[in-house]
């Protein structure tokens, strides 16, 4: 059984930073694509970073380049999303997304999901 479990929300202020983490368990992430998304209240869980198996390739939405960088280590199975210059409008559940096939900007494309880390910007 494939587990993900995000860590490293919290409350910031703006400008500040955090670092998401993504533990998986249950099968090896070396060989999928990872995403992380993100869900406001009221809103649709959109898009905001992900990375190819090997690490070599990855997309940002516009959003958050420039501030977020999505990483891997897959000895340790985890993926991780730096999160520099944080701003209010950043405040949502972040979720991570291991991806067999598919788009990887497309989260009902995603296979399995975490529970979510809860990042909250104050101004």
């Known amino acids: 059984q494939v587990r993900l479990v995000e860590s490293g929300g919290g409350l910031v202020q703006a400008g500040g930073s955090l670092r998401l983490s993504c533990a998986a368990s249950g099968r090896t992430i070396s060989t999928c694509s990872m995403g992380w998304f993100r869900q406001a209240p009221g809103k649709e869980r959109e898009f905001v970073a992900a990375i190819s198996w090997s690490g070599g390739s990855t997309r940002s939405a516009d959003s958050a380049k420039g501030r977020f960088t999505i990483s891997r280590d897959n000895a340790k199975n985890t993926v991780y999303l730096q999160m520099n210059n944080l701003k209010p409008e950043d405040t949502a559940v972040y979720y991570c997304?291991?991806?067999?096939?598919?788009?990887?900007?497309?989260?009902?494309?995603?296979?399995?999901w975490g529970q979510g880390t809860q990042v909250t910007v104050s101004s």
């Open positions: 997304g291991l991806q067999l096939r598919g788009s990887v900007t497309a989260w009902y494309e995603y296979d399995y």
